[in-house]
Structure formats: C-alpha cells, structure tokens
C-alpha cells in the first residue's frame, strides 16, 4: 500500500540530508519548482537563477520566470550528484500557470519532464559472491559477471504539482515516478522507481514591519519509504536564519542555514548533522546556494505572496 499522510504545520522542524536521493532531491523551499513544479516562478521575476551546490556530492543549476504575455511560468535545469559509487546526470523542463480566476484562493498547476542517466563509476569483486555495486538508492546488488553491470541507464519521467495559494498561507501536493522505470544497474534484476506523492504546506507569520517567519512543513512517501522534513526560516532585512529536522525511516538529521540579502542576490550556507547513532560515522554536510534575479519585475506587477516569497529564496 502506497504509504499516504496528512501534513502537520511544524514550527521548528525542517531540512537535511538523507540517503535515499531518488526520494529526497529537490525538496526544499529555497527550489520552489523542484520542491513542487506549480510553485516555479512564484517570485514572478522574468529571469532568475537558482543554484545549489553540496560540498563533495552534489551541484543544480536552475533558471526560471515568467513568459510573456502572461503565458505562464517556466523553469529549465540541470543537476550533477555524486556518490562512491554512482553519478546522475539530470535535465529538467517545467511549465507552470497561475488560475486568472478573481478569488480569495489563487490556485497554481504544474507539470515537469526529467530527462535521467545513471552512470556506475565502480564496484567490487568478492571471490564467494562475485561482483557487487551500490544502486543509489543504497541497495546492494550482485551479480556473477561483470557483463551482467549495466555502464548507465537511461530514462525519463513525469512529476506534477498543484497549490493553492490563501493570503499568507500555501499548500501543495505533487505526484513522481509517474512511468515506472526499471534503473537497476544490472541487466538480471529490475528495480522499479516507486510511485511517489509528496505534500507540502507553509505560512508567513509578520512580526513587525522587518521581521517575518515562515513555518513550513513536507511529507513524501512511496510504498519503499517515507520521509518528513520541518522548516523554520526567520527573515529580516538582510538576513535569513533557517533551523531544520528532517527523519527518513530510521536516519534524522539537522540542519542550520544563514543567507545574505543584497538587492537581487539571495545567497547563503546550509550545514547538515546526522543524529541517528547508526549514522554517526556519516560526515556532516554543508551546502552553498546562490539564488539571483536577472531581469526583475517591478512590485507594481506583483501579488502579495510573490513579495513575501522573495525573502525565503
């Protein structure tokens, strides 16, 4: 049975690092498109970049904006990761419309194309068992010849959002896996990538002319596992101050980030810590992410959400 959840608004819970990549890439507010396709260019910016680098295992890079003549949004990107014993090359396409409808809820849609490959960059050899290799997400699989190792796999898939969008408040929901592709590196075994739906809910909390919160909260899950991430970010002026938890089956994991804002540029550092005891030999991680505005749209043209959004990413 596929593993569903209502999500709970947590105050002082958020972000951080888990195992399973195919479960948790993209899940963050600071890559709105990513984290749910509809919320691509909720900034309403006509050209902006979205980056995100972790130090060892990982880099994104993002553009995104609005179209002309009020066609809707857009976002293109690409995406490195690395393991010890996988690398993934991704592409992404994602269109994404605002409902024109005059309502007190805007509602938002989406749908995004990823293009995948996989490519095996090593795997050992055991004189009882025979060659054995990691697949990314953590399972070991062996094999009795090495010509039974697929070099890279190859593949697409389908992910769509939807949010809805009521004064200071945002809720969405998204489906992924859509088309079901056997990526097992080896040619005698298939591993399917789950079905998967996500679901994700924030709200700005003002607190005074200069300072706002924004408490949000994610659950994904498939049949294989389930994850919860919480997240406070607390924006001033200049600044935003992020605290974070984060629990994947038995793995969780805590993160701190700060980010500096001058006119266009949003930049800043996160840093993960595993807590669980079976994952104290795992080394804490730290991220750099550097979001900026190309060409910006005047306030004038803007929603009251889209202002609010800009000081989180």
Known sequence: MRKLALIVLVSLFGNGFAQNLELTKGKDIKQPGKLNPSLTGIQEDLIRIISDAEVGESYQLMIEGKMPLKLGNYMVGMERVYTDNVANNMFNVTYARTSKDEKKVQWRYGGTLNFNQKSLLGYGYDSTSGYNFKDLNGEVRKVANINDIKNNVDYFDVELGVSAVYRNLIVGAGVENIVGNNVSMSTLKSRTL???????????????????????????????????????????????????????????????AIAVKFKKVFAGIKYSHPITSSRMDIIPSYNLFFNSSIFKSRDLFKSDFAKQMRKVY
């Open 194 to 256: 789950p079905f998967t739906a996500n679901l994700m809910i924030g709200g700005f909390v003002g607190l005074g002319d200069k300072v706002t919160l924004y408490p949000s909260a994610i659950v994904v899950g498939n049949e294989d596992e389930f994850y919860t991430k919480g997240n406070l970010d607390l924006s001033t002026t200049r600044f935003t101050f992020s605290t974070s938890y984060i629990q994947e089956n038995e793995f969780q994991d805590l993160s701190a």
